[in-house]
């Protein structure tokens, strides 16, 4: 088959760039299968090596745009801007780079990830059979505050885009039951109707030796990942002291890029609970750098809020590593508690601390953890059978697309949750002031029903500039980006 991937990284290395590399692997390994196989991505770059272009990786061409995301949101909370604006804009920016491309590329079939409804205005066009691949969609994480300062009607257009481009595939693969239930739930797509299929876990290279020359005091704690309270840093900071009272010189070490809205209470507070000499902030780490880190440590802590999959995690117990996660969304169907991972309840310091001392007094079963949790975890993430599992889902999307299934209800399915919010009347929790009253929300909502096509002609790209502009959460620009796809 030819398959057009889509995803907001791809890594090429996978020995050192550190981001999530699911597509990455499965796309390898549908390319040892014998597929033809064509990567369109943003990049986040983490050096001046990651530029914009075409690559060859591995035999697989990989087309690459420049995205820092996590500045754009940065920036976006600076000056009170809605989400939706961002997320419109990437993949308006996104479809407008690569359609021409996928169009001569002439696929079998799509295949995009749901975070950002990065192939909404693909989902709109419907050329192509469309997959779309479920690991969590931002619209959930606002949806339970797990973003801090989102507003209800910035989680309702942040939701519609992305549940609604879910309804338009002609196929839905989740990454774990969990997430099946809660899209099913949302984007109305039968359970049934959604494959589910694990991320597949590749281990690069040889796993490095321990260290011989480490000075690293008794217990060395190692996260990895996003620092922010999402990821659940806040629980692990809080949870220290009482490791601590145990282990007077436990050392935690934090890798990873740092969230601007979370770390400046984060740091605050550990020198609130005077933890300064016991936690260390490492920043970016290369993939290579987080083998050694892993193999130097004596537990790995993972203390997120959620996760679909756990990819973190996961990769810590394939390099050897012993860990301890929290047992939140579909992380518990990757692991057997006490085999792969030690498993706590989320959300609680003390539960976190009565797990990290509880593995690191008992030597034996850190060995086990290590010896049976990187066997279990490659078991449940083999690349060759996930990629055949996903080569079945691929055929099946064909055939519906063929019979005429799936065909835009992203417009409708939008279009009907902005104005069952309105309706409602709901109070509107702006970051600012100034933020559109229920009746300017009316008043729009009346322009656009009475006269769409005059909205729409106003373009996409002046509603964009508008909302960026005024820094109101306006739904004028979204609905005129929709509609610049149903009526040209």
Known sequence: ???AMLCNAFPHDLSSDPVMPAHSNLARALKALGHEVMVCAFVDPFSEGALDGVFDVDGIAVHQISYKEQERYTWSQGLNLPTYTIIANQAHLFHSRYARLIDDFKPDVIDCQDYNAL?????????????????GPLGY???TNQIPGATLLDTQL????????IASADAVIACSKELAQRTSTISGVALADIDIIRVPLTLPGEVPRRSENRTAQYPELLYFGRVETQKGIDILVESLPSVREVYPDVQLSLGGRENPADIVGIRQRINELNLDKNINFLGYLSRQQIKQRVVDADLCVFPSRYETAGYACLESVSYGGAAVATAVGGLPEYHEHGKSVWL???NSPSELAAGICRV???????KKLKAEGREHVLAVCKPDEIAKQTIAVYQKAAEKFASGGSRNPAFQMLTKTVLSLIDTRQPLISRQSSAPTVQTIDMISNSVSSNLSRVWKEGYDAGMEEGLRRGRGS???LLVSVGRKFFN
């Open 119 to 135: 192939a909404f205005f693909f989902a709109a066009e419907h050329k192509y059979p469309l997959v779309i691949h479920s690991y």
């Open 158 to 165: 942040v939701e519609s885009l992305e549940y609604s481009t």
């Open 344 to 346: 706590v309840q989320p």
């Open 360 to 366: 690191i007094s008992d030597e034996q079963l850190r």
């Open 1 to 3: 088959m030819r398959i």
């Open 141 to 143: 994480l606002m949806r």
């Open 475 to 477: 739904l004028r620009q």
